[in-house]
Nanobody
Framework: QAHLVESGGESVQAGGSLRLSCAAS????????MGWFRQAPGKEREFVAS????????SYANSVKGRFTISRDNIKSTMYLGMNSLKPEDTAVYYC????????????????WGQGTQVTVSS
């Protein structure tokens, strides 16, 4: 059973950059496909990006494509989300999640979730 802990969220100005991390323990990290999701105040949680177990297949929401980069280090059991050209609409709590099998953008398919890390982008 995977235990996930996000870190790296903070307050930045529009146009800035951040890198979020998701550290995994309690399971075999390389077995899992991983995803990043976010939830803004008053909105539903939404898909941001996903990556397969080998790190060879990635997928992004249209709203972040070209600005965000998902990656993973299976030796360190850690996943990352590089975020550039941040916009105020990127403000949200960012969650990492893990699932067995292939990647997915569907929240319901993920088995394990972290507690989230807050990203605030000011204009």
């Amino acid at each position: 059973q995977a235990h996930l802990v996000e870190s790296g969220g903070e307050s930045v100005q529009a146009g800035g950059s951040l890198r979020l991390s998701c550290a995994a323990s309690g399971g075999t990290f390389s077995y899992y496909s991983m995803g990043w999701f976010r939830q803004a105040p008053g909105k539903e949680r939404e898909f941001v990006a996903s990556i397969n177990w080998r790190g060879t297949l990635t997928s992004y929401a249209n709203s972040v494509k070209g600005r965000f980069t998902i990656s993973r280090d299976n030796i360190k059991s850690t996943m990352y989300l590089g975020m550039n050209s941040l916009k105020p609409e990127d403000t949200a709590v960012y969650y990492c999640a893990a699932k067995e099998g292939g990647t997915s953008s569907s929240i319901s398919e993920y088995d394990y979730w972290g507690q989230g890390t807050q990203v605030t982008v000011s204009s």
